[in-house]
Nanobody, 124 residues
Framework: QVQLEESGGGLVQAGGSLRVSCAAS????????MGWFRQPPGKERVFVAA????????YYADSAKGRFTISRDNAKNMVHLQMNSLKPEDTAVYYC?????????????????WGQGTQVTVSS
């Protein structure tokens, strides 16, 4: 079983930056696509970004394009999400997720492994 643990959340002012991170264990990290999702208060969990197994392909939600960057370090079993130009509407619990193979999708139900989430709050 794969275990995922997020870190790096916190409070930041609008226009600022924050990096959240995810540590993976219990599996062969480089065989998994990795993704970030978020759940704003009172709303459904939605896709933010994903990266292929070796980092050669990335995909972003429209809300993240140009502001967020996903990266991974397979030697350290880590994935990161750098968030710049943050807006109050980015406030959410951010979740790390993993899916094996090469058949991922933006639907949350496609992803079998999840962390517990880390809170990101952006003040006006």
């Amino acid at each position: 079983q794969v275990q995922l643990e997020e870190s790096g959340g916190g409070l930041v002012q609008a226009g600022g930056s924050l990096r959240v991170s995810c540590a993976a264990s219990g599996g062969t990290f480089r065989t998994f696509w990795m993704g970030w999702f978020r759940q704003p208060p009172g709303k459904e969990r939605v896709f933010v970004a994903a990266m292929s197994r070796l980092g050669t392909r990335t995909y972003y939600a429209d809300s993240a394009k140009g502001r967020f960057t996903i990266s991974r370090d397979n030697a350290k079993n880590m994935v990161h999400l750098q968030m710049n130009s943050l807006k109050p509407e980015d406030t959410a619990v951010y979740y790390c997720a993993a899916i094996p193979g090469d058949t991922w999708g933006p639907n949350v139900n496609n992803w079998p492994y999840w962390g517990q989430g880390t809170q990101v709050t952006v003040s006006s």
